[in-house]
Structures are given as structure tokens and as C-alpha cells.
């Protein structure tokens, strides 16, 4: 049975940094693409970032909003991704889910605010 | 970025009806690999996304047959053949065939 559950959200103050973790069983995941997405409290869906597998050298990209600020990382050891993300601003407030093909997380909450 | 329009923004139906969702996209989704990477989640109140649609037409792993996919181009629908109380909820439409992947906006289906 395919598993994806994120941890790490939690209320930060603007400007101050974050940093969630998938962690995933149940399928291949050193051959899987990862994803982060994102929905914001008016219920938009957002795409965040992507990472390709070794075999594509764990290539990486990022909607624009979060381009310079947001990292998302790997550890094919531990089935898990992360997202690093640093210089928070209150319109990153959102539940943030993290998905391979079909399946997704139940959602980590990220509140930005002072 | 592309953009997905999605209507009617709310669908009220019966138990049994069927319904139809439109998303129109502002450019083509048909990759240069031949694939079409329109997708369709459903979303239950207090739930995470749930994929119901792959590749314009493709029924996920245990989805109902009630649902189904269709389109082309710029212009795909998602029917229910059929409502069930366990169908309401909101759906969206995605693509991911252009960067950065993008949604509609929603569509609402309630119990008339």
C-alpha cells in the first residue's frame, strides 16, 4: 500500500524559514518523481516544486513565487523529500501536500504571520 | 502560464443525475510526446486531492466507471454518469504538459 505523509508545518513569523518532510513506502521511490503542491485558504491549488529521480540527476523545479527561496531535496535512503523553505512571507500561508502520480498526503498546514 | 477555466464554478445535481464539467485550457495540452497530460482530482470536504482522471481519459485505480474523461486540444470534460452522495465535493482540472503546472479554479457539486 502506497503511503505519503507529510510532516513539519506549523506557524512561523515573515521571514523566518521552515522545513517540511514527506515521507513516502509502498512503491519504487528512487525512480519516482516527487511533487509539492500547495492550497491556500481560499482553496486555489497551487503546483510548488518538482524532483526527478538519479537517473535525471535529481533535477529540481519551482513555480515562480517561490524561485530562490524554496528548496526541495531528497534522501532516496529514507524514501522522503523535503522543502526547505526560507524568507517566509504570509502568502505562503497554505496546506502544503506532497504527491507521487495519484497519490497525495493529508496536508501539512504552514501559517505565516506575526 | 496556462490557464485553466473551469465551468460552471457550481453544480447542483440529484442523486442519479448526470453531470458534466468543462475546462478550457488557453493553450493546447497536446505534448510534443503525444500525450495530453490533463488530469481531474476530487476533493471532499476536510480531505486531501483525490485523482480520479489520468491523461484526458484514463479511470484511476479504483475509481467508479461512472466517471469518465474526455477531449482534446484545448477543450476536455469530466462526466458522472450518475451522482452518488459520495461524488460531492469540489474538482478541478489540471495540466501538467506546460511549466508550471496549473489548476482551475474549481467546481463545486452539491445535493440540489
Known amino acids: 500500500e502506497v503511503q505519503v505523509l507529510e510532516s513539519g508545518g506549523g506557524l512561523v513569523q515573515p521571514g523566518n524559514s521552515l522545513k517540511l518532510s514527506c515521507a513516502t513506502s509502498?512503491?519504487?521511490?528512487?525512480?519516482?518523481?516527487m511533487y509539492w503542491y500547495r492550497q491556500f485558504p481560499e482553496k486555489r491549488l497551487e503546483w510548488v516544486a518538482r524532483?526527478?529521480?538519479?537517473?535525471?540527476?535529481?533535477?529540481?523545479d519551482y513555480t515562480e513565487s517561490v524561485k530562490g527561496r524554496f528548496t526541495i531535496s531528497r534522501d532516496d535512503s529514507k524514501s522522503s523529500i523535503y522543502l526547505q523553505m526560507n524568507n517566509l512571507k504570509e502568502e505562503d500561508t497554505a496546506i502544503y501536500y506532497c504527491a507521487w502520480r495519484a497519490y497525495w498526503g493529508q496536508g501539512t498546514l504552514v501559517t505565516v504571520s506575526s | 502560464d496556462v490557464v485553466l477555466t473551469q465551468t460552471p464554478s457550481i453544480l447542483s445535481a440529484t442523486i442519479g443525475q448526470s453531470v458534466s464539467i468543462s475546462c478550457r485550457s488557453s493553450?493546447?495540452?497536446?505534448?510534443?510526446?503525444?500525450?495530453?497530460?490533463l488530469y481531474w482530482f476530487l476533493q471532499r470536504p476536510g480531505q486531501s486531492p483525490q485523482r480520479l482522471i489520468y491523461?484526458?481519459?484514463n479511470l484511476g485505480s479504483g475509481v467508479p466507471n461512472r466517471f469518465s474523461g474526455s477531449g482534446s486540444g484545448t477543450d476536455f470534460t469530466l462526466k458522472i454518469s450518475g451522482v452518488e452522495a459520495e461524488d460531492l465535493g469540489v474538482y478541478y482540472c489540471m495540466q501538467a504538459t506546460h511549466a508550471p503546472y496549473t489548476f482551475g479554479a474549481g467546481t463545486k457539486l452539491e445535493l440540489k
Open positions: 509502498g512503491f519504487t521511490f528512487s525512480t519516482a518523481w
Open positions: 524532483i526527478k529521480a538519479k537517473s535525471n540527476n535529481y533535477a529540481t
Open positions: 493553450q493546447s495540452l497536446l505534448d510534443s510526446d503525444g500525450n495530453t497530460y
Open positions: 491523461l484526458v481519459s
